[in-house]
């Protein structure tokens, strides 16, 4: 009962969401290439799952893209993270570094994303989903280990405790509910960096190529679907990382909740 | 005197803040000797440098000038030979440890085997009458549940000298008091020597052999006052009257060392009301 | 061990020190072609790399002179300003835009944090379409927007707004939520309004999370801005530019590399200027000596 309760909201807002928008693309007659109705967008999804443009298995490939640029951002950024922690001289040379790759536009990387790693290989896409996920990952662990409470330094401190165990026993937990930042924030991108790179080119088989399939036959319809399948996973994902801090980090005030005396 | 009986050693030791443009002088010309066994109170108005002087002893900040010597040795060198325990205003206790996991943290650190982590932690968690809650966490407890965590995790590794910064501050007066009576039991138990940093009166001489009182800043020591209190102490203590001269004893002691406006027998704040000041 | 924060470098010798570290990337590179490259024909004389490594040729990987030179050329043969004019003052257009944006969806991300925080009845009604917004990449939707908006400048900034507005939410969520229970209920022992706690409790608690989310803003931000520019039908700002380039890349691939250094400048230096603010704002605090 409780849980109906807490999903309830959404819920009434989703189908709030998708009445007034049908009931708005019927009254003033929109063009469906601005924005297809969602019965339009739903039949399509059906009639394509496994068929004609093959959602379903574009999906997977989206998936297994966007999860191997995550898992690669996401290993480069916390190595980074690590060392510029334990060598805090270094920060003046890797920030603005992190900063420059951080801010290149997808649509200048994928070209040449392509052109390194081949345009069909599904390495290229995670690569660009990599180079997303890696800044906001880096960022968000970097403060987490070196923003520490100075009393609790000062009690290592006093048991003589030596760098590499004050950065497992301290640094590390306390950097654990800003690195689950980090990744809530990198799981949309992982998955935004593999679509928009399908755009450039890649597989058949993936979701942005649907789009873009979808959208040279003007079948909007069809870009939606995709776009709503996209959109599906990345709430996913973001649930999983929502289930991990749970997990991990049961201990901290914006998870355990606020105790009403 | 510099012999194994002497656990602290300070010998004309100084103190200079640098801020932004000036030089605040926290302590000037502090000798003190602290022997084994002793229960050592520093008392003071506030800004008088008693947490600095701890802080010395315990090696997180370095004289300006002067020794400080620990347990026969230089502050540092005690420091990384874990010859002190530290309890601070703030438990500063780990969130996402358990309390038995706070208590461990120190014998982790210096790579005690699982066993002994073990049977230690159960020990001091007994010592300080947590055992049953050993498995909740920090923020699941009361002030004094964590101040006790901390001062289990501080005895954790029997260090001889036990370093305390005002722990009972943030304390009601019950509380406080019934904390009071732990850590002089603790300290019957387990022998340790303690330099206990504080500004209550009734509290320093509840709880010390010997009260040294420091004046305001540049912080200087005023007295020293020894405490001959029968032990054990207890509620019968706190009734003596011995236990009242030796409070009005510190507090004039405390007067003396505010400057020359206290000759009169006032303090500054009485003084300044008599002449009409302020109410 | 050393007993105090080591005390930070100044300024002039960490630009030094980025500087030496910035040429040893460049040497390395060089480095990369001399080894596995194209052949190097200078001068008459011929280099053939010993290696074959796919990366390193002059398509992948343009030598790093021939990218210099590129930006004192004219921008394309005929044009009488160069490349590096060009560039530059479309940086700086496409930097309004990005700041427009920055500023915008940082307000939004915080406000909408602070009502999630306060109406959890919002926050679970809504949140999940805020995450689900970002999912959606913002090519798909760039049309809708110019449809609704017309093809200016107002459409770019909605993007960049777009792209800004999701690190700052997630992080004041994080942030607004992070002060210990007993710090709010000491408030409300006060008899403190909701509105108080917030101010002197629950935003300086979320100041360091708030941080860390505007320098990725700062450079999500200026990616906003370009790439709404392409689909913006704004025909201006380093979009522009990008997109010109990329389509030519086979022919000239040093113009799109140099397209990507402006970028790459661009965003250091927006988040260089948050790095300093963060500093000064919140200097004093021990913990500032982060990330």
């Known amino acids: 009962m409780r849980r109906l309760r807490q999903y309830l909201p959404a819920l009434v807002i989703l189908i709030s969401m998708l009445v007034g928008w049908e009931l708005a693309v019927r009254v003033l007659n929109v063009k469906a290439f601005i924005l297809p109705a969602p019965t339009s967008i739903w039949a399509a999804l059906i009639a394509n799952w496994n068929d004609g443009y093959f959602i379903f298995p574009s999906a997977r490939v989206t998936l297994i893209e966007a999860l191997g640029g995550l898992a690669i951002g996401t290993g480069l950024g916390v190595v980074t993270a690590v060392v510029v922690s334990r060598f805090p001289r270094s920060r003046d040379t890797v920030l603005p570094l992190a900063v420059a790759v951080n801010a290149v536009p997808i649509i200048a990387f994928a070209p040449l994303a392509n052109s390194w790693f081949g345009t069909l290989s599904p390495f290229s896409k995670m690569a660009i989903a990599a180079a997303l996920v890696f800044f906001p990952i880096m960022i968000n662990l970097l403060r987490g280990l070196t923003q520490v409470d100075s009393s609790a330094l000062e009690l290592m401190r006093s048991y003589a405790a030596g760098p590499t165990a004050v950065t497992a026993k301290l640094r590390v937990p306390n950097a654990l509910p800003y690195f689950l930042t980090g990744l809530k924030i990198a799981t949309t991108l992982s998955l935004i960096g593999a679509v928009v790179g399908e755009y450039f080119g890649g597989l058949t088989e993936t979701l942005g190529r649907v789009v873009v399939a979808g959208a040279s036959a003007l079948r909007f319809d069809i870009t939606w679907s995709a776009i709503l399948v996209v959109s599906v996973m990345g709430i996913v994902l973001y649930l999983l990382v929502m289930l991990l801090e749970r997990a991990l980090i049961p201990w901290h005030p914006s998870v355990r909740g606020e105790r009403r005396a | 005197m510099t012999g194994p009986e002497s656990v602290v050693h300070l010998s004309h030791v100084n103190k200079t803040f640098e801020t932004a443009g000036a030089a605040t002088v926290a302590l000037s010309d502090i000798s003190l000797d602290i022997r084994r066994g002793e229960f050592v109170s520093l008392i003071g108005p506030s800004g008088c440098g008693k947490s600095t002087l701890l802080r010395l002893i315990g090696d997180l900040t370095e004289p300006s000038a002067g020794a400080v010597q620990v347990n026969g040795k230089p502050a540092t060198q005690a420091r990384l030979d874990r010859d002190y325990g530290m309890v601070f205003q703030a438990p500063v206790l780990f969130d996402w440890r358990t309390v038995a996991e706070n208590v461990r943290l120190p014998l982790e650190l210096f790579g005690q085997d699982k066993d002994t982590q073990a049977s230690r932690t159960a020990e001091m968690l007994e010592l300080v009458d947590l055992t049953d809650f050993a498995r909740y966490r920090p923020y699941e407890l009361s002030g004094g549940m964590q101040q006790r965590v901390a001062i289990a995790r501080a005895l954790a590794f029997s260090p001889l000298l036990l370093l305390m910064d005002e722990p009972f501050g943030a304390l009601d007066e019950m509380t406080r008091e019934r904390m009071n009576s732990e850590v002089l039991n603790i300290w019957q138990q387990t022998g340790i020597t303690v330099v206990f940093v504080t500004h209550s009166i009734p509290e320093a001489v509840f709880l010390s052999t010997r009260v040294v009182v420091m004046s305001a800043r540049p912080g200087r020591i005023t007295k020293l006052v020894e405490v001959d209190l029968p032990q054990p102490r207890g509620l019968a203590t706190r009734e003596s009257s011995r236990y009242f001269n030796l409070i009005t004893e510190v507090r004039e002691a405390l007067r003396a060392g505010e400057g020359p406006a206290s000759d009169a027998g006032l303090s500054s704040v009485e003084r300044t009301a008599a002449e009409g000041g302020i109410g | ?291």
Not at chain 3, 32 to 58: H, Q, V
Not at chain 3, 84 to 89: A, D, R, T, V
Request: glycine share 8%; charged share 15%; hydrophobic share 55%.
């Open chain 3, 1 to 291: 061990m050393p007993r105090s924060p080591e005390p930070a470098r100044s300024r002039g010798s960490r630009v030094l020190f980025f500087g030496l570290f910035f040429v040893g990337i460049l040497v390395f590179w060089e480095l990369l072609k001399f080894f596995g490259g194209d052949p190097w024909r200078y001068f008459g004389w011929t280099w053939r790399p010993p290696l074959d490594l796919w990366f390193a040729s002059d398509i992948n990987l343009p030598h790093v002179w021939a990218i210099v030179a590129r930006i004192f050329q004219p921008l394309t043969s005929g044009a009488n300003e160069s490349l590096g004019s060009y560039l530059f003052w479309q940086s700086l257009y496409t930097w309004r835009e990005a700041f427009i944006g920055f500023v915008v969806g940082g307000v939004l991300g915080i406000a909408i944090a602070t009502a999630f925080v306060h109406f959890s009845l919002a926050e679970r009604a809504f949140l999940p379409y805020v995450v689900a917004s970002q999912t959606i990449p913002i090519v798909a939707l760039a049309p809708m927007i110019v449809f609704f908006v017309g093809h200016n400048i107002t459409a770019v900034v909605i993007i960049a707004t777009y792209l800004s507005f999701f690190p700052v939410t997630i992080a004041m969520l994080r942030g607004l939520r992070s002060p210990d229970p007993r710090a709010l209920e000491l408030m409300r022992s006060y008899a403190a309004t909701r509105r108080a706690i917030l101010f002197k409790v629950r935003f300086p608690a979320s100041v360091p999370y708030l941080f860390t989310a505007l320098k990725i803003t700062a450079t999500a931000s200026v990616v906003g801005a370009i790439v709404g520019e392409g689909p913006g039908g704004i025909q201006a700002g380093l979009g522009r530019a990008v997109l010109f380039f990329s389509q030519s890349y086979s022919i000239a691939p040093e113009k799109l590399w140099a397209a990507i250094l402006f970028t790459a400048v661009l965003g250091v230096a927006f988040y260089g200027i948050i790095r300093g603010l963060e500093a000064r704002i919140l200097r004093g605090r021990p913990e500032a000596a982060g990330a």
